[in-house]
């Protein structure tokens, strides 16, 4: 009984795979090898990997072979500070003017509009409108004025925000279209170019005189006939373009009179 237990129990390991019969002798300079290779047909670890493999290139440019082609990549290595202001490792990505809203081509476009209001004005100008124009001019009419002695910020400031809101108000009560604030600040500060070429002359010329009175004058109906032939374009409203330069008018008269007289010295009194 016990003989044929015994049997039965080496006749079972001796046909197990894992456990040969005659033990192999290790030999110098051969690793030992505690277990057989998988077969070639095994699914947990195959012979080949190819889903792991792969070459990495001097640019760290990795090629898959078990990646498919339209999920490969490029890194490129990392340069200096300068190329945070770079598109160059993102593929279709806008460059960073353009994401801040500066397109110099559509100031150009709007300008020149500006500076040649009898042309016929495009009722699509300000689909795409923007401050940086606008916020340019509006730097460089202050600083200008603050060359030839007249700080005038705070007025530019104030006078602005408040004519923008006023004429914002104005044009959604009168169209039926309606505009939003963006564009009207938009319209308002290119139309004001004319004005800041007055400020720029002011630095070389004393304004405060017939020949100030008449550029400032003629400044005055400048921008307001650009700003409401932009207006009149883009909402429809030809009929009320009198109507609506009155108030435009008067905003960028404010502007003339910062430009000629010295506000603010001597208690507040023009000068």
Known sequence: MWQDNSAAYGASSSQNQYYPQQPVAPQPGVPL????????????????????EGH????????????????????????????????????GEPPLLEELGINFSHIRAKSLAVLNPLRRVDEHIMDDAD??????????????????????FGYIYGVGVLGSLSIYTLLNLM???????????????????PMVAVGALS?????????GYVLSTLSILWCTYAASGIFVAVLRMS????????????LYGCFALLSVFNVGVGGGSAK
């Not at 082609?69 to 593929?91: H, K, M, R, S, V």
């Not at 169209?175 to 319209?187: C, F, L, N, P, W």
């Not at 009929?239 to 008067?250: F, K």
């Open 131 to 152: 401050l940086a124009g606008p916020l340019l001019f509006v730097f460089c009419f202050g600083t200008f004025l603050l060359f030839s002695g007249k700080p005038q």
């Open 239 to 250: 009929d009320q373009r009198l109507l609506l330069a009155y108030p435009i008018g008067l």
């Open 56 to 91: 990495v290139g001097a640019q760290g440019s990795i090629q898959a072979g078990g990646v498919p082609p339209g999920y490969g990549g490029n890194i490129q290595l990392a340069g200096g500070w300068w190329t945070a202001f770079g598109t160059g490792g993102f593929e």
């Open 175 to 193: 169209s039926e279209k309606g505009i939003d604030a963006y564009r009207v600040v938009s319209v308002l500060g290119y139309c004001l170019l």
């Open 33 to 52: 090898q505690f277990y057989a290779p998988s077969p070639v047909g095994s699914t947990f670890y195959s012979g080949s990997r190819s889903s792991l």
């Open 203 to 211: 630095v070389v010329v004393t304004l405060d005189g017939m020949l």
